[in-house]
């Protein structure tokens, strides 16, 4: 059966061990794979999720170590939220307080309490108190008590001229439903996908474009079982929607293709297989630089060039 809803959220970062400590460190995710930029193996890509490397889970980094600052506004998300369970929230507001990081009061949204906050490179982060979450599985490796951690994505918030085309994608695409409006929000949900089933449509018209640079999101992937059903999504977009879609890129752990959708914010169709034990022991992920075959002859020159992690 099709889960619909969020694959994995990819940001741009600066210095990669200020980046590591951030999110292995404080909020308590797990490394599950160190590879490489494969457009740039000179570049680390940090891959951070839950025990498995779930999708919706996953939120991933290309740490630039010195990336300018980028600056938030239309064709871009906003804000990208972790769930968490309700009873945590007193806990995390602790927790980012103790290690000085920048965040706001607790408020509603949605009849939900969100805690937003900002990493070390200045991207717009949330945790989200989800009631009935604690019942889910947690990743208990990172120092962070089981019945608090994060239980993987709520959801992302996309800043657009307008919210309705890209509602239409969601809708028609990716199997979503509106689900509310508040404060000028429309929230889009995947029916049945608890984990990384939210995407809250902010429509600001006339507000500067983004400029992307360190703390941006580079781009939302969102989730197909296998080919076939990214290719039925790819058939879609291009003969419903009239846009245009990149051909199919492999990246080892799944495959990918892009499209810009209506408000400029760049998408990925990403399938749920292989996942991320295809080329390390599940219980081991993220312990070693993994490369992709075709830059493994050159494994001791980008070992050389890549910032230190320890």
Request: no cysteine.
């Amino acid at each position: 059966m099709q889960i619909n809803g969020i694959h994995h959220v990819t940001a741009i970062a600066g210095p990669a061990r200020r980046n590591l400590d951030f999110y292995t460190g404080v909020l308590g995710l797990r490394l599950v794979k160190k590879t490489v930029n494969f457009d740039d193996p000179t570049t680390w890509h940090l891959y951070f999720g839950d025990a498995g490397g779930n999708p919706g889970t996953i939120l991933t980094f290309f740490p630039w170590e010195h990336a300018a600052p980028g600056r938030l506004g239309i064709g871009e998300t906003q804000e990208t939220s972790f769930r968490v369970p309700a009873a945590a929230m007193g806990y995390w507001t602790h927790r980012l307080v103790s290690h000085g990081v920048v965040h706001d009061v607790p408020q509603k949204r949605f009849g939900e309490t969100v805690l937003a906050f900002r990493d070390p490179d200045g991207m717009r982060l949330a945790l989200v108190g989800v009631p009935g979450s604690e019942a889910e599985p947690a990743w208990e490796g990172g120092g962070i008590p089981a019945e608090v951690a994060i239980r993987g994505f709520h959801g992302v918030t996309l800043l657009l001229d307008k919210a309705e085309p890209t509602a239409a994608i969601l809708a028609e695409v990716f199997g979503f439903a509106e689900a509310g409006r508040e404060g000028g929000i429309v929230r889009m949900r995947a029916p049945g996908s608890p984990v990384g089933g939210i995407v809250d449509l902010r429509g600001a018209g006339g507000f500067l474009p983004a400029r992307m640079g360190a703390g941006s999101v580079h781009h939302v992937a969102f989730r197909a079982a296998d080919d076939a059903e990214q290719a039925r999504m790819v058939a879609l977009l291009t003969e419903r929607f009239g846009l245009r879609v990149t051909e199919q890129r492999d990246r080892n752990y799944f495959r990918s293709v892009y499209f810009r959708e209506p408000g400029g914010v760049l998408f990925e169709i990403a399938t749920d297989d292989p996942g991320f034990a295809i080329d390390e022991p599940a219980d081991s992920l993220g312990g070693t630089l993994k490369l992709p075959a075709r830059y493994e002859a050159r494994r001791s020159e980008i070992e050389a060039v890549l910032p230190a992690l320890d």
